[in-house]
C-alpha cells in the first residue's frame, strides 16, 4: 500500500518530488548537462509560493518548457506536521545559504550542473508567467554554447 502512495505522489508532483536526493539531481544534470531549477519554497505558509507552485511549477505547460531542465524543491514548512526528514532540511539549509541568503521565499534559481548560478527570480514573477517561461527557454537554448 505504502508504494502506491509514493508512486501516486511521485506521478501528482514529478518535477518537484523531494523524494530524489539533490546530489542524485545534480550527478543526473551532469551526466546529461543540463541546468537545475531550485525552488525556495515555504509549503505551508507563503502564500506567494503556494500560488509560484499552483500556477507556473505544477502545470503541464511548465512541464513541457523545461523538460531538459532538473528540479529541486527547497522546500522550509513551518508546521510540525510538514517538516522534512533532517538530512533534507540539511540540504535546503546548505543550498539557501549558497543561493538564497537573504531567505526569501518564494525565490528560484536556475544553476548549471557545476552548480554557479545562472539566473534568479525573486517572487511571483511580476513581468509575468510567459517571461518567466520566456527565459527559461532562452537559458535552454543558450545552455553549453
Known amino acids: 500500500m505504502r508504494t502506491i502512495i509514493c508512486a ?3 506521478w501528482a508532483l514529478p518535477a518537484w518530488s523531494q523524494s530524489v536526493a539533490f546530489s542524485d539531481i545534480m550527478n543526473n544534470a551532469l551526466k546529461e548537462n543540463k541546468p537545475v531549477v531550485i525552488s525556495f519554497s ?8 503556494m500560488r509560484m507552485h499552483k500556477e507556473i511549477f505544477d ?10 531542465f532538473g528540479f529541486y524543491n527547497a522546500d522550509f514548512p513551518r508546521r510540525k506536521k510538514n517538516m522534512v526528514p ?8 546548505s543550498l539557501a545559504a549558497r543561493f538564497n541568503p537573504e531567505g526569501k521565499f518564494p525565490f528560484t534559481v536556475v544553476i ?6 545562472i539566473h ?6 511580476d513581468s509575468g508567467i ?7 527557454q532562452t537559458i535552454r537554448n543558450d545552455y553549453g554554447k
Do not use: M
Open 130 to 136: 510567459e517571461s518567466f517561461y520566456t527565459t527559461l
Open 42 to 49: 515555504g509549503s505551508d505558509w507563503c502564500l506567494p509560493c
Open 112 to 117: 548549471s550542473p557545476g552548480g554557479k548560478l
Open 59 to 68: 502545470t503541464d505547460r511548465f512541464r513541457q518548457a523545461t523538460t531538459s
Open 120 to 125: 534568479s527570480w525573486e517572487g511571483f514573477p
Open 8 to 10: 501516486c505522489l511521485l
Open 86 to 93: 533532517d538530512a533534507v532540511r540539511a540540504v535546503n539549509d
